[in-house]
């Protein structure tokens, strides 16, 4: 069982940046692949981004390269997700996941929420100025 907890959201202007940590417990964290997740009012949950479970691959939605950057620290269990030149579109209620990865590869099915088993709480991103 992994418990997932994100943290790091606010409130910024368009054009700002904001950086998401989710830190895991439970167990072994290393051995989990960690993905990001938002919910925009009245849409379904969208897919953003994942990391392997040692970092060694990543994959990103077409929508989300360019500025946003997932990344992890193993050492300190926690994820990150790094967004830049945010939107108010960006304006979205943000979660991660994390799922069993014991070959250090994403792999996503054509659904990638039902790839994912445990998932945080989600915290709230709003940009607007």
């Known amino acids: 069982q992994v418990q997932l907890v994100e943290s790091g959201g606010g409130w910024v202007q368009p054009g700002g940046s904001l950086r998401l940590s989710c830190t895991a417990s439970?167990?072994?964290?290393?051995?989990?692949?960690m993905a990001w997740f938002r919910q925009r009012h009245d849409s379904k949950r969208e897919f953003l981004a994942a990391?392997?479970?040692?970092?060694?691959?990543?994959y990103y939605v077409d929508s989300a390269k360019g500025r946003f950057a997932i990344s992890r620290d193993n050492a300190k269990s926690t994820a990150y997700l790094q967004m830049n030149n945010l939107k108010p579109e960006d304006t979205a209620i943000y979660y991660c996941?994390?799922?069993?990865?014991?070959?250090?590869?994403?792999?996503?099915?054509?659904?990638?929420?039902?790839?994912?088993?445990?998932w945080g709480q989600g915290t709230q991103v709003t940009i607007s100025s």
């Open positions: 996941a994390a799922n069993q990865d014991t070959l250090d590869i994403v792999v996503l099915s054509g659904t990638p929420e039902l790839d994912y088993d445990y």
């Open positions: 439970g167990r072994t964290s290393s051995r989990y692949g």
């Open positions: 990391i392997s479970s040692r970092g060694g691959s990543t």
